[in-house]
Structure formats: structure tokens, C-alpha cells
């Protein structure tokens, strides 16, 4: 025990390099997946045929692609395509496209969910399709959204971890390196899932928050 | 104003509306009566176009109705509408309701708006509810607030949709009471309602709907208290007296 918080004591500010980049990935797919899910969920439940057919397939395609694929496919590939990107721009892409596809799904069952009766009350004062949705949609759907937004976070942050597969020096990434270099296993990782772990717990406590905002009304 | 020439409408293979030819005066109180499943709501869905219809013609103060048109927003601004189940915004105030089309459809200065919106309010007896959520009114309060939020749009007539059916018994009268108001003032009222009383005391003219079609139409206190048509007859025998 004395030798693991030794270890730890001498890893810590190493890993916390690695958590920065953890948080730098979670938080750019985070937004990018989010952006693009509502794109994909306003096409889907647009009404307009092509458009909505169009996002499904997108959203299948993506959803039947394994996100390490899609990343490997983003940094090795791209450059043969003669786009070049960082690893952590393939990073944040790839992780933001591959959930966009569950952000969107979540969105549009989120707005499906609202009343129709809401729609029509919206339209018989004049509003349009786009004014229904900022004003009246949307806001609603938001609170039936959030608690499985939350999820979708939580579960951001430990896919980022597959960003090491593409050389993105993030917490698992610092972790394997000093295991391989140390032969400390056991003290590494445990540490390096302790710090996934608190990482994790406030964002739980976030979803249940959200959780019990929703279920009030 | 509104003129309902030859209106067909089916959902799948049923036909719900098999013909109607009807008209509404500017002013006029328009009852709409019928059993359930008649197509009586329908009727009232076409005319601001949440229901497309098949074949015919519906038009607004001259303005051909077609929901896919985008004169559909103007006529739609200017035919209100008035839901069975309310249908407010519940993440809104009462007033943030009532104001919602003026402040973003009709783009009114929002000191103007607001202004107009708690005087909307107290004229439907909701002063102090201004700042409350719709779930915390009583249906019948809900229900008056919708009819503000319906005249905050300065609509030429309003569509109501069995306004009362959704209210318990004792907080009927109040939202009639309103309607009453309206009508008074000489607001066009188009009403879909089971509330024969109403419609004997308040409306100039009533249509009885069955199966689709316009089965005998009328001066309300006529065709309530003579009814010609046996189907008419009979309706109004089970409604007035169910024992």
C-alpha cells in the first residue's frame, strides 16, 4: 500500500497530462456529436422525405462502424485522400461523428416525444416549422433529453480512451506508457482507473440531477 | 368570411367529411353539433389547415386554404383557434403564452405586447395569474388562458374545438361565460361543443353534422327547439334527455 502511494505520488503529474487531454477529446467530441446529432435529428423528423431518408442512412452507417475503425480510417487514411490531420483533430472528429449517431436518435425521440397537440396549438397561432421547433419543441424536449445526454457524457469520456489507439497521449495512453516503461501494472492502472473513475463520478451525480428534474412534471 | 364549398376529406378509406357547403358571416356565432366521429372537429381542422382536405374548396376572406401554401401563416394569424385539451405551452407563463404570437409571429414591440397581454388576461378573469405555469391552473383557468392567447393574435373569427369537454362540470360555465363576452362583442365564433345551452342562447345559426354531412341547418333557437329531420330529432332527444 505504502509503495502505491509512493508510485502514485511519482506518476500523478504524468497521468495528469494525460487527463487534460482526456477532457480536451471528451469535450470537443462532446460538442461536435451534439451539433451533428441535431443536424441529423432535425433532418429526420423535418417531414421532408429525402432529407429524413438521407439522415437515417448517415445515422445506420455510422451506428454499424466501430469507432475505432472510424478513427483509424480519419488519421491513417485521410492522409492518402490528401487530407492530414492531427492526431487529435482525427481524435475529436471521429469520436464526434461516431455519437453523433446516438446523440441523434436520443434528440429525435426527445422531440417525438412532445405532445402533437403542442405542434398544433403552435401552428394555429402562425408559427412555421423552424419557430415551432426553437420555441416549443425544443425547449420541452430538452428535459426529456438530458438524463440520457448525461449517459451519453459519461460514456464520452471513457471512449476517449480509444483515442491512444491513434497516438492521442491521453490518460490511458500516459498509463501504458509508464506501465511499459516501469513494469508497475498494478500501481498504474490502478491508479489510471481511479482517475477515470473521478472523473466519472461527478457526472453521474449530474445525470441523476437531471433525472429527477425530469420525472417532476 | 369563411365559405366551405363542397368540402370532401378522408382519413384512409373512411370518408369523414362526405360534401359539407357551408358559410360563416362576419360576426356570427356558428354552432357545430353532431355525435362523436361526425366530423364535426374536422370540419374546424380544415378551416385553418391542421387537416388538409381532399377535394372542394375552403376559403378565408376571399384566401384560397391550403396548408402546404405559405398563406397559410396569414390565415392562420388571422383564424384563432381554441383546443379541447388547451394545449398550452406548459414551459411558459400564462402571459408568456398569451404574447407568444404577438412578440415572435407578429413581431410587436414587446412593451406593447406584454401590455396587451395582461390586458388579455383580465378581460378573461386572470389577472393575478399572469406569471403562473399552465399546470398549475385549473382546467377552466387553462382554458381562458388559451382564449387570450387566441385574441392576442387580433384574429377576425375563432375556431373553438369542444372548448368545455375537457372541464370538470363546475368550471364549465366560467369559460362560457367568456365565449358569451366574445360573442357579445361581435367576435366570429365558429363552436364545436355539446353544450346545447350555449349554443340555443349564444349562437345565431347551428349546423347539426351526422355521418359526414350537413344533415339540417338553421336559426339556433329554431332548429334546437323544432328540430325537422328525424336524425336531428333523435340527437337532441339523447342529449337533452339521456334518461
Known amino acids: 500500500m505504502k509503495r502505491f502511494w509512493h508510485d502514485a505520488a511519482e506518476f500523478f503529474p504524468i497521468l495528469m497530462n494525460g487527463v487534460a487531454l482526456t477532457i480536451i477529446v471528451t469535450i470537443g467530441s462532446l460538442l461536435l456529436s451534439t451539433v ?180 417532476k412534471r | 368570411m369563411i365559405e366551405l364549398n363542397g368540402v370532401h376529406k378522408s382519413f384512409g378509406k373512411v370518408e369523414v367529411l362526405k360534401g359539407i357547403t357551408a358559410s360563416v358571416q362576419k360576426g356570427e356565432v356558428v354552432c357545430i353539433i353532431g355525435p362523436s366521429g ?23 376572406e376571399g384566401l384560397k386554404v391550403d396548408r402546404d401554401a405559405a398563406s397559410i401563416v396569414a390565415i392562420r394569424t388571422q383564424v384563432s383557434m381554441v383546443f379541447q385539451r388547451f394545449n398550452l405551452f406548459p414551459h411558459r407563463t400564462a402571459l408568456e403564452n398569451v404574447i407568444e404570437g404577438p ?32 399546470p398549475q391552473l385549473s382546467g377552466g383557468q387553462q382554458q381562458r388562458v388559451a382564449i387570450a392567447r387566441a385574441l392576442a393574435m387580433q384574429p377576425k373569427a375563432i375556431l373553438f374545438d369542444e372548448p368545455t369537454s375537457a372541464l370538470d362540470p363546475e368550471l364549465v360555465g366560467d369559460v362560457l361565460g367568456v365565449m358569451r363576452k366574445l360573442a357579445d362583442e361581435g367576435m366570429t365564433m365558429v363552436v364545436v361543443t355539446h353544450e346545447m345551452g350555449f349554443a340555443r342562447d349564444v349562437a345565431d345559426r347551428v349546423l347539426f353534422i351526422d355521418g359526414g354531412v350537413i344533415v339540417e341547418q338553421g336559426p339556433a333557437k329554431a332548429l334546437l327547439n323544432q328540430p325537422q329531420h328525424p336524425r336531428t330529432q333523435d340527437f337532441l332527444r339523447r342529449v337533452l334527455h339521456p334518461l
Open chain 2, 103 to 134: 412578440l415572435f409571429v407578429k413581431r410587436e414591440p414587446r412593451a406593447q405586447a406584454y401590455e396587451r397581454g395582461r390586458a388579455l388576461l383580465a378581460r378573461v378573469g386572470l389577472a393575478e395569474k399572469a406569471d403562473v405555469h399552465p
Open chain 1, 36 to 215: 451533428l446529432g441535431l443536424i441529423w435529428a432535425m433532418m429526420r423528423v423535418s417531414g421532408i422525405r429525402v432529407l429524413s431518408m438521407l439522415s437515417a442512412s448517415l445515422i445506420n452507417v455510422i451506428r454499424g462502424i466501430p469507432i475505432i475503425v472510424l478513427l483509424f480510417y480519419l488519421y491513417f487514411v485521410m492522409p492518402d485522400l490528401g487530407v492530414t490531420l492531427s492526431a487529435l483533430q482525427a481524435a475529436i472528429l471521429g469520436l464526434g461523428i461516431a455519437y453523433s449517431a446516438y446523440q441523434a436518435e436520443n434528440f429525435r425521440a426527445g422531440i417525438e416525444a412532445i405532445d402533437k397537440g403542442q405542434i398544433e396549438a403552435a401552428q394555429s397561432i402562425g408559427m412555421g416549422w423552424w419557430l415551432t421547433m426553437r420555441r416549443v419543441v425544443l425547449p420541452q424536449a430538452v428535459r426529456i433529453v438530458l438524463p440520457p445526454y448525461g449517459n451519453v457524457m459519461i460514456m464520452m469520456l471513457k471512449d476517449s480512451s480509444q483515442a491512444s489507439t491513434i497516438t492521442v497521449a491521453e490518460l490511458a495512453l500516459q498509463g501504458k506508457l509508464i506501465a511499459s516503461s516501469t513494469f508497475k501494472n498494478t500501481n498504474v492502472f490502478t491508479l489510471v482507473a481511479l482517475m477515470y473513475l473521478t472523473m466519472s463520478i461527478p457526472l453521474i451525480l449530474l445525470v441523476r440531477h437531471f433525472e429527477k428534474r425530469a420525472g
Open chain 2, 38 to 60: 361526425s366530423g364535426k372537429s374536422t370540419i374546424l381542422r380544415c378551416i385553418n389547415g391542421l387537416e388538409s382536405y381532399d377535394r372542394g374548396e375552403i376559403s378565408v
